[in-house]
T-cell receptor, first 113, second 111 residues
């Protein structure tokens, strides 16, 4: 257990529905990252926050994806109008500014039917 | 296009042997380098990081970095069946917060 928690651990939804995932980072970490991983691939970067500011977004992050970290603590990732191609493991990681050792949570596995 | 390349394997070694995992990266601005272990169905677990050229040892693990050749490797000594997993190489490029991952090398340690 790294100290990063994610909820839910599994989510099954129908195409077109909206889903929201939550990540709670290690408490003293001010950076929080979202990645997506599909079978046989390494994690792909989606976005990251430093405190409450969203500093970078990947081109993978379409308009249907939005992430927030309102008080610089937990973060949410919302996917609107889900598509079958969104099925993946969504990973959250956190780190300190400077050293970039990122520690991952257990992930949320999304299945879109 | 920033890329991190790894041989997908599977790499099979007998118990007690040295496993050698390799990774190359394309961006010369890469500053820090990480190895993660990922068991099937689980999330990546950080096992080593290295920032400077040379070797860094931690228990049975040694990370090696050669920035001139844009090459980083992970050696696992006295391999155990519990080391069987996918090993992901990740790179951080200067001024960016995110890590760029390779696809991983699947390691199988046979008893």
């Amino acid at each position: 257990d790294t100290g990063v928690s994610q909820n839910p651990r599994h989510k099954i939804t129908k195409r077109g529905q909206n889903v929201t995932f939550r990540c709670d980072p290690i408490s003293e970490h001010n950076r929080l990252y979202w990645y997506r991983q599909t079978l046989g691939q390494g994690p792909e970067f989606l976005t990251y926050f430093q405190n409450e500011a969203q500093l970078e977004k990947s081109r993978l992050l379409s308009d249907r994806f939005s992430a927030e970290r309102p008080k610089g603590s937990f973060s949410t990732l919302e996917i609107q109008r889900t598509e079958q191609g969104d099925s993946a493991m969504y990973l959250c990681a956190s780190s300190l500014v400077g050293p970039n050792e990122q520690f991952f949570g257990p992930g949320t596995r999304l299945t879109v039917l | 296009q920033k890329e991190v390349e790894q041989n997908s394997g599977p790499l099979s070694v007998p118990e007690g042997a040295i496993a050698s995992l390799n990774c190359t990266y394309s961006d010369r601005g890469s500053q820090s380098f990480f190895w993660y272990r990922q068991y099937s169905g689980k999330s990546p677990e950080l096992i080593m990081f290295i920032y400077s050229n040379g070797d860094k040892e931690d228990g049975r693990f040694t990370a090696q970095l050669n920035k001139a050749s844009q090459y980083v490797s992970l050696l696992i000594r006295d391999s155990q069946p519990s080391d069987s997993a996918t090993y992901l190489c990740a790179v951080n490029v200067r001024s960016q917060g995110n890590l760029i991952f390779g696809k991983g090398t699947k390691l199988s340690v046979k008893p």
